[in-house]
């Protein structure tokens, strides 16, 4: 590490303040533990039959809102082209379309699946919502991004799918003009929790896990939902919403992603519903400004999650989304974990950058850099995914 980026992490992590020696500290943050009804959840059934619905059911309300279909019946897959052997021969590739339709139209995701030749049949798979260029999952390898870098995951034994969420709806102010929102007759008469982007973005998501159910190449059961920035906010809810995501990976979320909304550095509810008014339901704008008002906090929405793996990552200064914020937040949803016998995160010690925590079945970063998704963070994903036996 250079002088000049030693100095800019201490600068960065300098202007996080006093919560890394104390996260989560004095945010009179709700308790994920107590029912609304004052019930106070001391089990892991109580968890599942009472306080989880609870929660989510408050996320679909006052943050991401409400999908209209779950599974659609016209769901159908057609694989469009099969190589059985990419990547000079140590993958098969499929290039797969999954077609949905409704009242409003049709549409179709189109996924790309890298399975590896020489390991484990069927494989465990990281599937990742990508809110960046089409370039950036490019199927015929011409182009190799540290996004996703498909050989990389190839090479350790996993499958490697990507699609982009653009293929559900458009990232623009337009979005509610465009894909599913018109397909399924959300585009006008929006009601307070009618659905946004992001909880679209993660049906998307579901309808890949659709696929991957029929895929005999596949571990259906060890499937990764994977998301950097906007995408990590997707894979969060996917994650909470689908539990057949046996493993949750929220790579720089920040904001209504994996930072706890109170006492947040950087980014506020305020700012991203000015920037991105489609991402959230109506009723989110409510609390521009007002985040202690809220009944819920990002916590809750990690402890979801329970008992899957879960991995929240930060970059050191990317104090947008404010590293702090997304480690307090794993630090509160472990007590859930505790709920099922298991460790959540294991230590409320911010650490130092290149340092990961892997102690229990959530498990936390720090990367030296921007905010970007890097090779090391998938690397880190990866053996997060190997130390528990995937």
């Known amino acids: 590490m250079n002088n000049q980026?030693?100095?800019?992490?201490?600068?960065?992590?300098?202007?996080?303040?006093?919560?890394?020696?104390?996260?989560?500290?004095?945010?009179?943050?709700?308790?994920?533990?107590t029912a609304l009804d004052g019930t106070r959840i001391t089990s892991a059934r109580q968890w599942q039959t009472l306080r989880r619905g609870e929660i989510l059911e408050l996320f679909r309300t006052h943050v991401y809102g409400r999908a209209p279909v779950g599974r659609p019946e016209s769901l159908r897959f057609s694989v469009t082209d099969l190589q059985p052997a990419a990547m000079?021969?140590?993958?098969?590739?499929?290039?797969?379309?999954?077609?949905?339709?409704?009242?409003?139209?049709a549409g179709v995701i189109r996924l790309v699946l890298f399975t590896p030749r020489e390991a484990r049949n069927p494989a465990p798979c990281f599937l990742l919502i990508n809110n960046r260029g089409p370039e950036n999952i490019d199927p015929d390898r011409k182009v190799?991004?540290?996004?996703?870098?498909a050989e990389l995951i190839i090479g350790r034994g996993y499958a490697a799918a990507a699609f982009m969420n653009s293929d559900v709806a458009l990232d623009t102010r337009e979005s509610f003009q465009s894909g599913v929102h018109t397909v399924f007759g959300t585009a006008t008469n929006r009601k307070p929790d009618t659905w946004g982007t992001i909880a679209a973005w993660a049906w998307g998501?579901?309808?890949?896990?659709?696929y991957l159910e029929t895929d005999k190449d596949?571990?259906?059961?060890?499937?990764?939902?994977?998301?950097?920035?906007?995408?990590?906010?997707?894979?969060?809810?996917a994650g909470a919403e689908d539990e057949r995501f046996g493993m949750?990976?929220?790579?720089?979320?920040?904001?209504?992603?994996?930072?706890?909304t109170r006492g947040k550095r950087g980014e506020r509810i305020q700012d991203i519903n000015r920037a991105f008014p489609y991402w959230f339901c109506e009723n989110y704008k409510k609390y521009n400004g007002r985040e202690e008002d809220l009944p819920l906090d990002q916590h809750m929405l990690l402890a979801l999650s329970a008992?899957?793996?879960l991995y929240v990552a930060s970059a050191s200064?990317?104090?947008?989304?404010?590293?702090?914020?997304?480690?307090?937040?794993?630090?509160?949803?472990?007590?859930?974990?505790?709920?099922?016998?298991?460790?959540?995160?294991?230590?409320?010690?911010?650490p130092e950058p290149e340092s990961p925590i892997h102690r229990g079945r959530i498990a936390y970063h720090l990367r030296t850099g921007k905010h970007n998704l890097t090779e090391y963070d998938w690397s880190r994903y990866l053996d997060f995914a190997a130390k528990h036996g995937w």
């Open 88 to 105: 000079d021969g140590r993958a098969k590739r499929k290039l797969v379309e999954i077609h949905y339709a409704g009242a409003g139209g």
């Open 5 to 33: 980026t030693r100095l800019a992490i201490v600068a960065a992590l300098a202007l996080l303040g006093s919560k890394a020696a104390s996260p989560g500290a004095d945010l009179n943050l709700p308790d994920p533990l």
């Open 307 to 309: 008992p899957r793996l």
């Open 144 to 149: 190799k991004s540290p996004f996703w870098p």
């Open 248 to 260: 949750v990976v929220s790579n720089d979320s920040g904001c209504t992603g994996a930072a706890i």
């Open 218 to 237: 596949i571990d259906a059961k060890r499937v990764a939902v994977v998301g950097h920035s906007r995408g990590g906010k997707t894979a969060l809810w």
């Open 317 to 350: 200064e990317d104090t947008w989304a404010d590293p702090t914020s997304e480690f307090s937040a794993a630090v509160h949803a472990s007590p859930v974990y505790r709920l099922f016998g298991d460790e959540g995160l294991g230590t409320s010690s911010f």
């Open 205 to 210: 998501a579901s309808r890949v896990m659709d």
